[in-house]
């Protein structure tokens, strides 16, 4: 509204010419409040149904340097026992860039080094968790692309697992999108939860003792952070992954070649959060179906804007076989795409036993027997 009334009075005081040339100054040095993304590669999604908000080059694998610590902490996660002690071998020596600074013989609980590799980037962490977990990198990385590959990552390629550049400048390569399921999958993990969203967390070892500060600065920056993994290498540049949740909505943004990331990510936070609400679809308990006596067990929800919610369309699909108390499910459709399925189940009626006179008549009098 400031420049429309500017506009305006300089269009009926100034001749043309002058008027271009205060225009001009004025486009130079009024800040328009316009937020561009710096990334070469971002996304938005909603990490309860993997569904794209907003981004660009979504699907262009890139360096991903140490984000790819996720997908370690996962792999760890699922196959091995947090309170085994591990005790530190030699492969650490091997260890350059960003680390935990653990020793060779140390003893340290597999629990405290994955907050050594989440918190701290340890790339010595990740070597040490290779070797007790995948028996050495090789069988590691197998790990870690069999759990790719579940997930429907098709644009991930993983070397190793601390997101270091191999000979001739080759190393763990991802799409934004891809790195966005496995923040969802991730996030979804108590224990992976519980870990990223930790600012600070301090170990002792039979060497010596550990305080580790969170290198995720939206995580005492933005309030609705829960978590993520930074990342960094001259190939790769600034790389990041993060999460939030605010009113029910839970979102993951992810950067590439990002210099202002932490920024952007807030940005994009701030305007999905003000512009979007997480609906109950159908709340839980009965539906009504062609059948009697239906219900879901859980609310079907969705984060929307209020233009998606007036296209969201609940289809109801009938199992052809009815052998057992699931009659069918909803389907939750936007744009032609299938977000959700829930299940409705046929409550069981059960028959009461029909009472003998005999029965009646005892009942009546309270007698047993």
Not at 26 to 55: C, H, Q, W
Not at 197 to 216: A, E, L
Not at 290 to 296: A, D, E, L, P, R
Not at 322 to 351: D, M, P, S, W
Request: glycine share 6%; aromatic share 10%.
């Amino acid at each position: 509204m400031l420049i429309k009334s500017i506009f305006f009075i300089l269009k009926h005081k100034f001749k043309c010419d002058a008027m271009k040339r205060i225009l001009l100054l004025l486009i130079l040095f009024i800040p328009l409040n316009v937020k561009a993304i710096s990334a070469s590669a971002y996304i938005v999604m909603d990490t309860d149904n993997n569904r794209v908000l907003e981004g660009s080059n979504i699907h262009t694998p890139y360096l991903i340097a140490s984000t790819t610590k996720i997908m370690t902490a996962m792999v760890v996660i699922n196959n091995s026992d947090l309170q085994e002690m591990v005790t530190i071998g030699e492969e650490v020596l091997k260890s350059y860039g960003s680390g935990i600074y653990v020793e060779v013989g140390e003893k340290i609980k597999v629990e405290d080094l994955l907050y050594g590799l989440m918190l701290r980037s340890g790339n010595d962490a990740a070597m040490a968790l290779a070797k007790h977990v995948g028996g050495s990198m090789e069988g590691f990385v197998l790990l870690m692309n069999e759990t790719a590959k579940s997930l429907g990552m098709e644009n991930t390629i993983f070397l190793n697992n601390h997101g270091l550049e191999e000979k001739g400048n080759v190393g763990n390569k991802s799409s934004v999108y891809d790195m966005g399921v496995l923040s969802g999958y991730a996030i979804k993990n108590h224990v992976f939860q519980k870990i990223t969203s930790t600012k600070k967390y301090q170990v002792t070892t039979n060497y010596k003792t550990y305080i580790w500060h969170n290198k995720n600065r939206l995580l005492n920056t933005y309030e609705y952070c829960t978590g993520g993994k930074t990342g960094f290498t001259e190939l790769a540049r600034r790389t990041l992954v993060t999460t939030a949740s605010k009113d029910n909505m839970n979102l993951t943004v992810v950067t590439f070649k990002d210099g202002n990331d932490f920024k952007d990510h807030e940005d994009l936070y701030n305007k999905y959060f003000e512009s979007y609400k997480n609906y109950i679809l159908v709340k839980k308990g009965f539906i009504e179906t062609k059948y009697t006596n239906t219900y879901i067990k859980n609310d079907i929800k969705m984060t929307l804007s209020k233009n998606e919610l007036k296209k969201v369309n609940l289809k109801i699909n009938y199992y052809e076989e009815n052998v057992t108390n699931v009659i069918g499910e909803v389907e939750v459709i936007l744009n032609g795409k299938t977000y959700h399925q829930e299940k409705i189940f046929k409550e069981e009626v059960k028959l009461k036993k029909k009472l003998t006179l005999w029965q009646k008549i005892k009942r009546m009098f309270g007698l047993n027997g």
